[in-house]
Structures are given as C-alpha cells and as structure tokens.
C-alpha cells in the first residue's frame, strides 16, 4: 500500500536478482556448463571477491583460475593459499587445513 516505500524496494530487488543471475547463475534452472553450483563453500565465502564467481578472475589474468590445475599441482595451490603472495593475502590463519585442502583438491581438478 504504501508506494513511496514500495517502489524502490522492488526496484532493489529486481536489481539483485539481475545481479545475481549476470555473476553467478543463481537461478539453478538455466542449464548452462557453468562451475557456480559446485563451487565449495570455503571459496564463495573467501575467494569469490578476487577470483569471482565462475574462477574466471576478477583481478586480471594472473587471478583466473578456471584451469589453474594446468599449471599448478595441489600442493603449489595449497601454498599459495596458505601463504599468499602476488597481491593474494595469506589464509593459512583464516582456513583449516581441511578446508585448504578441500580447495587445493578442488582447484587442481580445473583443467
Ligand atoms: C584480495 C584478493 C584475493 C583473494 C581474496 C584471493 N586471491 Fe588468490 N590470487 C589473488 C591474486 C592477485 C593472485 C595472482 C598472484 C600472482 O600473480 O602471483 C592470486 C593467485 C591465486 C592462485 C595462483 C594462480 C596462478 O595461476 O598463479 C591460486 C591457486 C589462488 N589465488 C587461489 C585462491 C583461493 C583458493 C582463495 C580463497 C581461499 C584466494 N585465492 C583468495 C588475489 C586474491
């Protein structure tokens, strides 16, 4: 009822949702190839921000991970999480060595 209120809120919405669908495919009926829905929990709460939702990279070259296990085993991932370096910070502080290991699996299966 009250339409001064309710206009932006809509339009904040739809927004979002615009957002959501563009950068990560949330909508879980579109049937694209996309990595979004089995990206780990550990990576979407703490890497997405550089590396983005679809590991495409969002600093540049150097941050696109979508075939990073070319070029790196599991354990040079696990270091460069662990240690950082390149303008990465370090997690060894923030993350388990579960979950450190959860994403070096992970990411060195992206080839
Ligand atoms: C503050 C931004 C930032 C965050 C957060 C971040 N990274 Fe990075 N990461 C980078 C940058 C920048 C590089 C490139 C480093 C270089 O060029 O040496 C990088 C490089 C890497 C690489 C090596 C890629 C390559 O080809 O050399 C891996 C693997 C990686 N990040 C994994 C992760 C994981 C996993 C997380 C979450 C735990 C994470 N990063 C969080 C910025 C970030």
């Given amino acids: 009822m009250n339409k001064r209120f309710a206009r932006p809120a809509y339009l904040t919405i739809a927004l ?3 957002a959501c669908l563009l950068l990560t495919g949330c909508g879980s009926s579109s ?3 996309t990595t979004a829905a089995d990206v780990p929990q550990v990576y ?3 890497c997405i921000s550089c590396h983005g939702s679809e590991l495409q990279g969002r600093m540049g070259p150097s941050t696109n991970l979508q075939q990073v296990g070319k070029r790196m085993s599991k354990e040079q991932i696990a270091t460069q999480i662990k ?3 390149g303008g990465m910070p370090a997690f060894s502080g923030k993350l ?3 979950e450190v290991d959860e994403l070096a699996n992970w990411l060195s299966s992206k080839k």
């Fill in 96 to 98: 388990s060595a579960d």
């Fill in 31 to 33: 049937p694209t190839t």
């Fill in 16 to 18: 979002m949702l615009a």
């Fill in 44 to 46: 979407k709460s703490n």
């Fill in 83 to 85: 240690k950082g370096g």
